[in-house]
Protein backbone atom coordinates (compact mmCIF):
# COMPACT_ATOMS: atom_id res chain seq x y z
CA UNK A 1 0.00 0.00 0.00
CA UNK A 2 0.90 3.81 -0.92
CA UNK A 3 2.46 5.45 2.15
CA UNK A 4 2.29 9.01 2.32
CA UNK A 5 5.46 11.05 2.21
CA UNK A 6 6.86 13.66 4.88
CA UNK A 7 6.12 16.61 2.95
CA UNK A 8 2.74 15.89 2.04
CA UNK A 9 2.09 14.87 5.95
CA UNK A 10 3.45 18.47 6.83
CA UNK A 11 1.45 19.91 4.58
CA UNK A 12 -1.54 17.65 5.58
CA UNK A 13 -0.34 19.27 9.68
CA UNK A 14 -0.24 22.98 8.81
CA UNK A 15 -3.97 22.91 6.83
CA UNK A 16 -5.26 21.15 9.81
CA UNK A 17 -3.59 23.84 11.96
CA UNK A 18 -5.20 26.67 9.96
CA UNK A 19 -8.56 24.83 10.04
CA UNK A 20 -8.32 24.88 13.85
CA UNK A 21 -7.84 28.48 14.02
CA UNK A 22 -3.84 28.18 14.22
CA UNK A 23 -2.35 30.15 11.73
CA UNK A 24 0.69 31.22 10.49
CA UNK A 25 0.31 34.44 9.08
CA UNK A 26 3.52 35.46 8.81
CA UNK A 27 5.55 36.12 5.40
CA UNK A 28 9.15 36.41 6.90
CA UNK A 29 10.89 32.93 6.77
CA UNK A 30 10.19 30.24 9.48
CA UNK A 31 7.16 28.75 8.68
CA UNK A 32 8.75 26.53 5.33
CA UNK A 33 7.34 22.87 4.87
CA UNK A 34 10.39 20.69 5.66
CA UNK A 35 8.85 17.25 5.22
CA UNK A 36 11.48 15.30 6.95
CA UNK A 37 14.15 16.84 8.97
CA UNK A 38 17.46 15.61 9.29
CA UNK A 39 19.14 15.00 12.61
CA UNK A 40 21.05 18.30 13.06
CA UNK A 41 18.75 20.29 12.30
CA UNK A 42 17.05 22.15 16.20
CA UNK A 43 13.61 20.54 16.76
CA UNK A 44 12.06 24.08 15.96
CA UNK A 45 12.17 24.24 12.21
CA UNK A 46 8.81 25.28 10.53
CA UNK A 47 6.61 22.86 9.52
CA UNK A 48 8.52 19.53 9.82
CA UNK A 49 8.93 15.81 11.39
CA UNK A 50 12.17 13.70 12.45
CA UNK A 51 12.90 10.94 14.46
CA UNK A 52 12.63 11.28 18.08
CA UNK A 53 15.29 9.85 20.07
CA UNK A 54 12.51 7.19 21.23
CA UNK A 55 12.45 4.10 19.33
CA UNK A 56 9.13 4.54 16.85
CA UNK A 57 8.29 7.92 18.44
CA UNK A 58 8.51 10.80 16.05
CA UNK A 59 8.96 14.94 16.42
CA UNK A 60 7.16 17.41 14.27
CA UNK A 61 7.19 20.96 14.98
CA UNK A 62 4.87 23.51 13.84
CA UNK A 63 4.82 27.31 13.86
CA UNK A 64 1.69 29.71 14.84
CA UNK A 65 0.91 33.02 14.82
CA UNK A 66 0.84 33.68 18.76
CA UNK A 67 -1.09 37.24 19.23
CA UNK A 68 -4.20 36.50 18.27
CA UNK A 69 -3.95 33.70 21.25
CA UNK A 70 -1.34 34.36 23.95
CA UNK A 71 -0.67 37.18 26.32
CA UNK A 72 2.67 38.97 25.68
CA UNK A 73 4.95 41.11 27.23
CA UNK A 74 7.28 43.46 26.78
CA UNK A 75 10.86 43.24 28.12
CA UNK A 76 14.41 45.26 27.98
CA UNK A 77 18.06 43.36 27.39
CA UNK A 78 21.43 44.39 26.39
CA UNK A 79 22.99 43.43 22.90
CA UNK A 80 26.41 44.33 24.18
CA UNK A 81 25.79 48.17 24.37
CA UNK A 82 22.32 48.20 22.64
CA UNK A 83 19.02 48.28 24.99
CA UNK A 84 17.31 45.71 22.69
CA UNK A 85 13.24 45.54 23.14
CA UNK A 86 12.08 41.75 23.06
CA UNK A 87 7.92 40.98 22.55
CA UNK A 88 7.26 37.35 24.46
CA UNK A 89 4.47 35.34 24.93
CA UNK A 90 4.25 34.46 29.03
CA UNK A 91 1.52 31.77 28.16
CA UNK A 92 2.54 29.42 25.27
CA UNK A 93 1.44 25.97 27.26
CA UNK A 94 -2.64 27.99 26.56
CA UNK A 95 -2.21 26.00 22.93
CA UNK A 96 -0.88 22.75 24.05
CA UNK A 97 -4.79 21.06 24.31
CA UNK A 98 -6.10 22.89 20.75
CA UNK A 99 -2.49 21.52 19.23
CA UNK A 100 -2.93 18.15 20.08
CA UNK A 101 -6.62 17.54 19.26
CA UNK A 102 -4.95 18.80 15.42
CA UNK A 103 -2.79 16.02 15.73
CA UNK A 104 -5.43 13.61 17.20
CA UNK A 105 -8.01 14.55 13.95
CA UNK A 106 -5.20 13.33 11.85
CA UNK A 107 -4.70 9.79 13.72
CA UNK A 108 -1.72 10.49 15.32
CA UNK A 109 -1.28 9.34 18.77
CA UNK A 110 -0.12 12.46 21.13
CA UNK A 111 2.40 11.41 23.51
CA UNK A 112 3.59 15.32 24.26
CA UNK A 113 3.71 18.92 23.43
CA UNK A 114 6.34 21.39 24.40
CA UNK A 115 6.57 24.92 23.49
CA UNK A 116 10.63 25.15 22.10
CA UNK A 117 10.97 28.94 21.27
CA UNK A 118 9.67 32.43 19.64
CA UNK A 119 10.09 35.18 17.91
CA UNK A 120 11.00 38.46 19.75
CA UNK A 121 10.95 41.38 17.09
CA UNK A 122 10.09 41.05 13.75
CA UNK A 123 7.07 38.91 13.64
CA UNK A 124 4.55 36.75 16.31
CA UNK A 125 5.67 33.26 15.39
CA UNK A 126 5.53 31.03 18.50
CA UNK A 127 7.28 27.40 17.90
CA UNK A 128 5.74 24.11 19.30
CA UNK A 129 6.86 20.40 19.12
CA UNK A 130 5.15 17.57 19.38
CA UNK A 131 6.34 14.26 20.10
CA UNK A 132 4.06 11.28 18.50
CA UNK A 133 3.59 8.01 17.22
CA UNK A 134 4.54 6.79 13.64
CA UNK A 135 1.72 6.47 12.06
CA UNK A 136 0.35 3.55 9.94
CA UNK A 137 0.06 5.81 7.02
CA UNK A 138 3.21 7.64 7.31
CA UNK A 139 6.40 6.60 5.01
CA UNK A 140 9.21 5.85 7.18
CA UNK A 141 11.80 8.09 7.30
CA UNK A 142 13.47 9.79 4.27
CA UNK A 143 15.31 12.87 5.01
CA UNK A 144 15.89 13.12 1.17
CA UNK A 145 12.25 13.98 0.48
CA UNK A 146 11.82 12.17 -2.55
CA UNK A 147 9.13 13.65 -5.10
CA UNK A 148 6.15 11.16 -4.99
CA UNK A 149 6.11 9.28 -8.48
CA UNK A 150 4.19 10.97 -10.67
CA UNK A 151 1.23 8.46 -12.14
CA UNK A 152 -0.68 11.29 -13.93
CA UNK A 153 -0.31 14.79 -15.03
CA UNK A 154 0.36 16.67 -11.46
CA UNK A 155 -0.65 20.40 -10.81
CA UNK A 156 2.28 21.29 -8.83
CA UNK A 157 4.27 24.91 -8.30
CA UNK A 158 7.31 26.00 -9.81
CA UNK A 159 9.31 28.65 -10.06
CA UNK A 160 11.53 29.36 -13.60
CA UNK A 161 15.15 29.94 -11.91
CA UNK A 162 17.98 31.93 -13.71
CA UNK A 163 20.84 29.39 -14.89
CA UNK A 164 23.99 29.23 -16.90
CA UNK A 165 21.87 28.81 -20.24
CA UNK A 166 19.20 30.77 -19.96
CA UNK A 167 18.39 33.89 -17.89
CA UNK A 168 14.49 33.82 -18.70
CA UNK A 169 12.64 33.53 -14.81
CA UNK A 170 9.53 33.85 -13.17
CA UNK A 171 9.50 36.82 -10.12
CA UNK A 172 6.90 34.33 -8.40
CA UNK A 173 5.81 30.19 -8.39
CA UNK A 174 3.87 29.64 -11.24
CA UNK A 175 1.40 26.88 -11.73
CA UNK A 176 2.45 23.92 -13.80
CA UNK A 177 1.35 20.56 -14.87
CA UNK A 178 4.09 17.93 -14.27
CA UNK A 179 3.85 14.71 -16.45
CA UNK A 180 6.69 13.15 -15.62
CA UNK A 181 9.84 12.82 -13.31
CA UNK A 182 12.88 12.34 -15.46
CA UNK A 183 16.07 14.24 -14.33
CA UNK A 184 19.58 14.98 -15.18
CA UNK A 185 21.98 13.79 -12.74
CA UNK A 186 25.56 15.45 -13.07
CA UNK A 187 28.09 13.57 -11.75
CA UNK A 188 31.00 16.66 -11.97
CA UNK A 189 28.71 19.23 -10.07
CA UNK A 190 26.44 16.52 -8.04
CA UNK A 191 23.67 18.45 -8.76
CA UNK A 192 19.87 17.21 -10.22
CA UNK A 193 18.12 19.05 -12.56
CA UNK A 194 14.53 18.13 -14.49
CA UNK A 195 15.03 16.90 -17.76
CA UNK A 196 13.35 19.37 -20.34
CA UNK A 197 9.60 18.70 -21.40
CA UNK A 198 8.73 17.53 -18.29
CA UNK A 199 6.53 20.67 -16.81
CA UNK A 200 3.46 22.11 -18.82
CA UNK A 201 2.06 25.89 -18.32
CA UNK A 202 -1.48 26.79 -18.84
CA UNK A 203 -2.14 29.93 -21.16
CA UNK A 204 -2.91 31.75 -18.17
CA UNK A 205 0.32 30.88 -16.44
CA UNK A 206 2.03 31.43 -19.33
CA UNK A 207 0.80 35.32 -19.55
CA UNK A 208 2.01 35.85 -15.66
CA UNK A 209 5.57 34.73 -16.93
CA UNK A 210 5.05 36.56 -19.60
CA UNK A 211 4.58 39.88 -17.91
CA UNK A 212 7.56 38.41 -15.80
CA UNK A 213 10.13 38.09 -18.65
CA UNK A 214 9.20 41.92 -19.90
CA UNK A 215 9.64 43.34 -16.80
CA UNK A 216 12.67 41.97 -16.83
CA UNK A 217 13.31 42.75 -20.49
CA UNK A 218 13.49 46.76 -19.50
CA UNK A 219 17.15 46.23 -18.14
CA UNK A 220 18.01 43.39 -20.09
CA UNK A 221 17.85 43.56 -23.85
CA UNK A 222 18.04 40.34 -24.45
CA UNK A 223 15.01 39.39 -22.94
CA UNK A 224 12.85 41.17 -25.34
CA UNK A 225 10.24 39.26 -27.00
CA UNK A 226 12.22 35.69 -25.55
CA UNK A 227 8.75 34.52 -24.66
CA UNK A 228 5.61 35.40 -26.29
CA UNK A 229 2.83 33.53 -27.58
CA UNK A 230 1.40 34.30 -30.95
CA UNK A 231 -1.92 32.91 -31.54
CA UNK A 232 -1.65 29.48 -30.33
CA UNK A 233 1.91 29.04 -30.29
CA UNK A 234 4.31 29.93 -27.46
CA UNK A 235 7.51 31.66 -28.77
CA UNK A 236 10.75 30.99 -26.82
CA UNK A 237 14.11 33.14 -28.16
CA UNK A 238 16.74 32.07 -25.43
CA UNK A 239 20.09 31.61 -28.06
CA UNK A 240 18.08 29.72 -30.47
CA UNK A 241 14.12 29.55 -31.12
CA UNK A 242 11.15 27.17 -29.99
CA UNK A 243 7.90 27.10 -31.14
CA UNK A 244 6.17 25.38 -28.71
CA UNK A 245 2.36 24.00 -29.55
CA UNK A 246 -0.37 23.27 -26.98
CA UNK A 247 -0.83 19.67 -26.03
CA UNK A 248 -3.99 18.40 -23.75
CA UNK A 249 -3.55 16.30 -20.76
CA UNK A 250 -6.56 14.93 -18.50
CA UNK A 251 -5.87 16.45 -15.04
CA UNK A 252 -6.76 14.35 -12.01
CA UNK A 253 -10.25 16.01 -11.60
CA UNK A 254 -11.06 15.16 -15.16
CA UNK A 255 -10.76 18.29 -16.80
CA UNK A 256 -9.30 18.75 -20.68
CA UNK A 257 -6.40 21.00 -20.09
CA UNK A 258 -4.19 22.64 -22.44
CA UNK A 259 -0.24 22.89 -21.67
CA UNK A 260 2.80 24.22 -23.51
CA UNK A 261 5.70 21.97 -22.53
CA UNK A 262 8.45 24.24 -21.09
CA UNK A 263 11.14 23.32 -23.11
CA UNK A 264 14.21 23.93 -20.94
CA UNK A 265 15.36 22.51 -17.22
CA UNK A 266 15.42 25.43 -15.49
CA UNK A 267 12.95 24.40 -13.20
CA UNK A 268 12.61 25.07 -9.54
CA UNK A 269 9.68 22.69 -7.62
CA UNK A 270 7.84 23.82 -4.82
CA UNK A 271 6.64 21.80 -2.23
CA UNK A 272 3.39 24.03 -1.53
CA UNK A 273 1.41 25.23 -4.06
CA UNK A 274 1.36 29.31 -3.63
CA UNK A 275 0.01 30.76 -7.21
CA UNK A 276 -3.12 33.15 -7.20
CA UNK A 277 -3.01 32.62 -10.92
CA UNK A 278 -6.75 31.05 -12.15
CA UNK A 279 -6.93 27.35 -12.94
CA UNK A 280 -9.76 24.84 -14.29
CA UNK A 281 -10.12 22.11 -11.15
CA UNK A 282 -12.70 20.32 -11.69
CA UNK A 283 -14.79 22.22 -14.48
CA UNK A 284 -13.90 25.48 -12.16
CA UNK A 285 -11.75 28.36 -12.79
CA UNK A 286 -10.05 28.77 -9.50
CA UNK A 287 -6.49 30.87 -8.24
CA UNK A 288 -6.65 29.23 -4.40
CA UNK A 289 -7.39 25.43 -4.19
CA UNK A 290 -7.09 24.05 -1.05
CA UNK A 291 -4.98 21.41 0.45
CA UNK A 292 -7.72 18.77 0.24
CA UNK A 293 -8.37 19.10 -3.59
CA UNK A 294 -4.99 19.18 -4.14
CA UNK A 295 -3.76 15.97 -2.39
CA UNK A 296 -6.17 14.15 -4.10
CA UNK A 297 -3.83 14.01 -7.43
CA UNK A 298 -1.42 11.75 -4.82
CA UNK A 299 -1.54 7.95 -3.77
CA UNK A 300 -2.04 6.71 -0.80
CA UNK A 301 -4.21 7.52 2.38
CA UNK A 302 -4.06 9.44 4.85
CA UNK A 303 -6.94 10.47 7.55
CA UNK A 304 -7.76 13.46 5.19
CA UNK A 305 -7.91 11.59 2.02
CA UNK A 306 -10.55 11.18 -0.32
CA UNK A 307 -10.40 8.49 -3.25
CA UNK A 308 -10.84 9.07 -6.36
CA UNK A 309 -11.02 6.84 -9.86
CA UNK A 310 -7.67 5.57 -10.99
CA UNK A 311 -6.85 6.62 -14.44
CA UNK A 312 -4.07 4.71 -16.97
CA UNK A 313 -1.60 7.04 -17.77
CA UNK A 314 1.63 7.17 -19.84
CA UNK A 315 3.76 10.25 -19.84
Same mark, same amino acid.
Given at each position: MSKISGVRATLAVQHAMDQAGLKRTSTLNGGEIN?????? &? &??????????DKRPG? /???? =??????????YEESKYLDGDEV??? #???? #??? *???? *???? +??????????? =?? &? %???? %?????? =?? &??? *?TNHPDWLEAYAPSNPVPKITQ? *??VCARLIETRNTAVKSFTALPMYQISDRVIRDQYLFSVTFQPNQFGLTKEAL?????? +??? /???HTPSLVDAVRLEGDELHLKVGFEDVVRPKTITNAWGDDVEIYLWPRSNISLERKYTPACPMLIAGEMTSAPSFPVLDLQYEGEGPWTIEMPSRSFTP
Amino acid at each position: MSKISGVRATLAVQHAMDQAGLKRTSTLNGGEINGWIEPQ &Y &YRSHGFGVKLDKRPGE /LDWS =VVVSGKPHLRYEESKYLDGDEVMTS #NDPV #NPE *RLYD *RIKK +VFESLGIVVHQ =VE &Y %TGHQ %TMWDDD =VN &YNI *RTNHPDWLEAYAPSNPVPKITQP *RLVCARLIETRNTAVKSFTALPMYQISDRVIRDQYLFSVTFQPNQFGLTKEALLVLIDN +VNS /LAKHTPSLVDAVRLEGDELHLKVGFEDVVRPKTITNAWGDDVEIYLWPRSNISLERKYTPACPMLIAGEMTSAPSFPVLDLQYEGEGPWTIEMPSRSFTP
